[in-house]
């Protein structure tokens, strides 16, 4: 087998159009691309050969472009588009083609393609506004973040070119604190209050930048129309926050300037007080104001005012401003101290204790400070010849009173004080108040025993009482007096010990003793007697006497029993010694050479003798109760007293005669006036046969 080489020529037909690769291509061309530049197409293909295969391009006709074809090496022909003028994009974005690509076949055969020529813009253009000058008129209370005016500028440029953003230009702090701009919309509004007292009007600038930094420029005026949102206000430039209240009228205590940051009427400010004080605005220069007395002050009255100063503008609605002042007036001593009584009376009980305070006294001062601190003292004077200081002290500081003394109702029982309280101003000022203590009487005095009363010589005083007493007869009568007084000084009598119980009854209030039955011959010549005298304290104190009373129907029977009678020993007597009985008789002796006198010195007078004859120096026919002791004359309250006095163990006596007195009280003035003889002198001379020793006593 061979192998032999063949050639088979196949002669082409124009069975295949010119074809592009896509049907439609886009070019973009920059719109300041300069003319005459080319821009590549993509190429058509056709599979024929020779005069078959693709020949020409054709492109429609228009104004900006035209068809070059270039032949590559290999004979490809490619075509180019070609700018014949200059773009616009803002004219023409876009730009239609149309290509066609034809072969040289019989019939030609051809194949299109669509070109969209995109012009990209170029920022050839800057943003323009509407207006070059913004104006609005706004009140200044309009809220924040209202919107005052919108600012539009235009850009015809594409995309971020024509994109137009807004800001301020050369604006102040202030400003970029009030307003905010939106730099896409181009709106203006507030981001704080507006205020027309800062500021009337505001200017300013804003601008409009494209993308790519092309930018102008406009004017934005905004007004601000006044409200009434201002109050007025008041600046205290002086005050006198203390003033005396001796302050002469008319006197500046304050200075104030009002103002209102609103203009018009709503600036118009007028200031009042309240009219109750005693104070009044005057108007000095332009807006300022004085405060000034019109009243007298008085800081006892009201010593601080709060002053309320009230401006008021002319707004509608007006608006006010209250301002406080204080004022404290100073005080003047102007007032004395003064008590709450004109006078004040005090009781003290007696004895009360040394330095004890009794009563205190306040005066009060409506001054204040120095002027108001009180000092006491008591005005100088004396009370029975000794200095008051010496009876009562005062507390300068407190005004208590205190006894210096313990006071004694017997020795006074009232005393008159004054008390001044002065301040310590300058100068001071005082006050007096009188002050009266009554000592109010206390149970401190024993009842004191007028009579009997024991005798000088120390014997013992014996009442008589005759054995034909009926019974009531009236004995002798125990006579004291209390020093106290009132409820204290009441006295009561009873029988405390009686040598024969039942004999005797004693008074309880007028302390006689009486019979209380007939007496008998059994019954003793001497009789004891014990009787207590009690007042009506609390508690009540009482004291005693002994009486003994001698039983007899004359004085011969007395006389002759004399001898008899024996002192009853007591735990009192039994401890007499030896010195005790020469005492006595010395005692005696003296009261003898005494009685021997007084009796000379009444034999002068006629009366006496008279008195002598008429009795005939018997005794027998007077009645015992007739006589009475010398130490009894201080008191008589019976008709007839008699006293008969034994010295205990000794031949020694003596009695006492006197006249009779015809009251049941204390001798009165009127007797003691009298010239009579008070006692009557008998001589017992004749007895010394029925005696060892009398002695008679008797006393003016």
């Excluded at 588009?81 to 974005?93: F, I």
């Excluded at 919309?185 to 027309?196: Q, R, S, V």
């Excluded at 406009?218 to 206000?233: G, Q, R, Y």
């Excluded at 120096?617 to 006589?627: A, I, N, Q, R």
Aim: proline residues 6%; aromatic residues 8%.
């Amino acid at each position: 087998m061979n192998l032999y080489r063949i050639e088979v020529e196949i002669i082409d037909v124009n069975d295949n159009a010119p074809r592009f690769l896509t049907e439609e291509m886009n070019v973009r061309i920059m719109e300041n691309v300069a003319p005459g530049e080319r821009f590549p197409l993509n190429e058509a293909r056709d599979p024929d050969v020779g005069t078959n295969s693709l020949q020409s391009y054709q492109l429609t006709p228009n104004r900006h472009f035209s068809l070059v074809v270039q032949t590559g090496d290999d004979g490809t022909k490619y075509p180019e588009l070609v700018l014949e003028r200059v773009l616009d994009r803002e004219e023409e974005a876009v730009h239609h083609l149309l290509l066609t690509a034809s072969d040289g076949g019989d019939p030609p055969r051809s194949g299109t393609a669509r070109i969209q020529v995109t012009v990209v813009d170029v920022n050839d253009h800057a943003p323009v506004f509407s207006l070059s000058q913004y104006q609005v008129t706004v009140p200044e209370n309009v809220p924040v973040g209202t919107g005052l005016l919108t600012v539009n500028a235009i850009d015809p440029d594409d995309g971020v070119n024509g994109e137009v953003t807004y800001s301020f230009r050369k604006i102040t702090p202030k400003i970029l604190q009030l307003f905010q701009l939106n730099s896409h919309t181009g709106e203006l509004a507030t981001l704080e209050g507006l205020d027309y007292e800062e500021s009337g009007y505001y200017e300013m600038e804003v601008q409009a930048q494209d993308g790519p930094g092309s930018m102008t420029r406009a004017k934005v005026l905004i007004t601000i129309l006044d409200v009434n949102d201002n109050a007025p206000e008041v600046t205290v430039t002086s005050v006198s926050n203390s003033i005396p209240e001796d302050t002469p009228l008319g006197t500046v205590i304050a200075l104030f300037y009002l103002q209102d940051r609103d203009s018009g009427k709503n600036g118009e400010v007028t200031c009042t007080i309240s009219e109750n004080l005693p104070f009044r605005l005057e108007r000095s220069i332009d807006n300022y104001y004085r405060l000034v007395t019109a009243k007298n002050l008085d800081r006892e009255i009201l010593p601080v005012y709060n002053i309320t100063l009230k401006a008021t503008d002319g707004g509608t609605p007006p608006l006010s401003t209250e301002t406080h002042i204080s004022i404290k007036v100073a005080d003047t001593n102007d007032n004395p101290p003064a008590f709450p009584h004109s006078s004040y009376s005090i009781y003290v009980p007696e004895n009360n204790p040394r330095g004890a305070s009794i009563f205190s006294v306040t005066a009060q001062d409506p001054d204040s400070g120095e002027n108001a601190r009180v000092t006491y003292s008591l005005a100088e004077d004396t009370i029975q010849g000794a200095p008051l200081s010496s009876y009562a002290s005062i507390n300068s500081d407190t005004g208590v009173l205190y006894a210096l003394h313990s006071f004694d109702y017997e020795q006074f029982r009232d005393l008159q004080f004054t008390v001044t309280a002065r301040d310590s101003g300058d100068p001071p000022l005082s006050n007096n108040v009188s002050l009266s203590i009554f000592v109010l009487d206390q149970n401190d005095n024993a009842p004191e025993i007028l009579y009997p009363s024991l005798p000088t010589d120390g014997s013992t005083g014996v009442e008589l009482a005759p054995r034909s007493a009926e019974p009531g007869y009236l004995v002798t009568k125990v006579v004291a007096v209390d020093r106290d007084s009132g409820q204290n000084a009441w006295l009561s009598y009873r029988l405390l010990k009686a040598s024969e119980p039942g004999l005797f009854s004693v008074g309880l209030h007028t302390g006689e003793v009486r019979t209380a039955r007939a007496l008998l011959d059994r019954d003793a010549l001497k009789q004891s007697l014990v009787v207590a005298v009690q007042d009506h304290g609390q508690p009540p104190l009482s004291a005693t006497v002994t009486l003994t009373v001698a039983v007899a129907d004359s004085i011969p029977d007395v006389l002759a029993d004399l001898g008899s009678l024996e002192v009853p020993h007591d735990s009192d007597t039994s401890g007499l010694t030896l010195y005790l009985v020469v005492a006595v008789a010395v005692v005696s002796c003296v009261f003898l050479a005494f009685v021997i006198v007084l009796l000379a010195l009444r034999l002068r007078r006629w009366y006496t003798s008279r008195l002598l004859q008429d009795s005939g120096g018997v005794l027998e026919g007077v009645p015992p109760s007739h006589f009475v002791g010398v130490d009894g004359v201080r008191a008589f309250l019976q008709t007839y007293s008699h006293e008969v006095s034994l010295t205990a163990d000794s031949g020694k006596s003596h009695l006492i005669f006197p006249q009779p007195n015809y009251a049941d009280t204390l001798i009165s003035q009127e007797s003691c006036e009298k010239n009579e003889p008070l006692l009557t002198s008998i001589d017992f001379h004749e007895c010394k046969g029925e005696a060892q020793s009398i002695q008679c006593g008797f006393e003016d």
